[in-house]
């Protein structure tokens, strides 16, 4: 592609409100433009990143013994009302009329369909197992569209399910997919983990897996263990009560001993606590007799600061910043700096300390004051008593937990025969018995996880794609498009490159090579050649930006050979 054609505008600076660096590098890179809030288009060079990760995927799902299928985005809402879900999955579902008043509704997501499909197509156990998927955009009315791709209002999604005659079968399929995932992602550059979770609005019996893509500006909260492979969604997340850990509904501590959160360090509470300074994020009132003792809050430093920022809708910057923590919360805090780690804070009355909400800081006088929970924490971490012993451990191995944040790019459920039964999708057994299907359905946010990639593949000047999924995996560029000789070499690369079916792009603007190489840095392609000085001699630059980009001057014909 010679880039003077392509619609492919860069900007130098991303709007104040991309706040996740995938997005600020996709709106830089000129590979999304926002048409309204959460719905993007996807601009040539996005296209292309999307198109690479739909081969991958389709790939793999073939290979998984899948086929590919397109249903409808507009779906009769009569199909919603069957399953339950049209009251119950609340007002992340669009709903419209057409113009004879019939309900509708833009698909967040196709169990309804695909039951209500297999059902009419298929009543035998001869036809089982089935497996289909199709890659369709999806709608959610999300309450917070935000970090561009991360969570949109209407999105790319792979969703796949499949209907077996028994739970074996689904077992079957349900390990194929967690295994395809594995390739998929892996192909795609990603680090990822797959995590132990809770089903959510689609219900189901049966097990689930998601997969975490690690970066810090993840949603979620992900529990690994230091030792063995235990990991889990922090929502689903089980904790061991550690045998050092003093419980506090047992011990309550004298009021003299009460330590107090002014003059307390995490260190020297834990000491008193018989526990290890844990990265955790909860906040917890403990009771006594129905008497509040302790006010909790656990948390590292990092992730107190990501959770205030999400509760808050504050920015990193912002929360820097001790008196905008105080404007934004409403109420002076009493600390400067970024939010400290919480940790547990003993109180002789913990009313007091509820009424005054005192939260604790890894530094002495840095304390949280006049926090107000349900306000500045969630409600339902409040009497959580699941986890009432200091120190968490892993239920599985005894040893230390870690956590950390992910973005949740794909999600395999074990459904069983939730939506069978609600859209009647049954077979005759061999002896002419009617049951019904037991299904599987398996997503991936793929336009989520362009964005998840380019979190972990960028830095402040670009991304640098996997070569899986490069728009194109070599940028030539001439460093005057004017000189003859250098626009020549270029060319001539260009053309071979292309005649061997490399996506490869030619800088043939009439630009500074300043703004060129800068362009460059955004567009990503992890190979580039560079036609200058020495095109004279017939040689190029080469940089190979996967491999820390040393420069090396070598001939258009090793250049060829070395892509082909
Ligand atoms: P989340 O917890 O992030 O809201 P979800 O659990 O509601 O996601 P699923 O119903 O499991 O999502 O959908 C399958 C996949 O679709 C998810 O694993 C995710 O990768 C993707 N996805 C879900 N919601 C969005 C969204 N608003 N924008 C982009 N991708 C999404
Ligand atoms: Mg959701
Ligand atoms: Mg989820
Ligand atoms: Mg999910």
Redesign the pocket.
Known sequence: MRQQLMLLRTLREAPAEAEAASHRLLLRGGYIRQTAA?IYSFLPLGHRVIRNMERIIREEMNEAGFDELLMPAMQPSELWEQSGRYSEYGPELIRLQDRHERGFVLG??HEEVIASLVAAEAGSYRQLPLRLYQIQT?F?D?RR?RYG?????E???K?AYSFDADWEGLDENYQAMVRAYHRIFDRCGLRFRAVEAEA???GGEGETL??MALADIG??TIVTCSSCDYAANLEKAVFLEAETGVRLRDSVPEPEEVYTPETRTIEEVCAFLGARPQAILKTMLYLVDGRPVAVVVRGDHEVNEFKLKNELGASRAELADAETVERLTGAPHGFAGPVGLGIPIMMDRAAAAVHEGIAGANRKDYHVRHLVLGRDYKADRIGDFRNASAGDRCCRCGQGLMFSRG?????V?KLGTKYSRSLGATYTNKDGKEEWMIMGCY???V???MSAVAEQHGDDSGVVWPLSLAPFQVHVIPVSAKDEQQYGVAAKLYDKLRSKGIAVLLDDRDERPGVKFKDADLIGAPLRIIAGKSAAEGNVEWQNRLEGNPKEQIGIDEAVRRIG
């Open positions: 959460g967040p997501t999806k959610r999300e569209p791709l991360l969570r949109g209002r999105f790319l999604m969703d959510g609005s689609i998601e997969f949603e979620d973005i949740e790019v794909g999600h459920f997503g991936i946010g336009s989520r996880l």
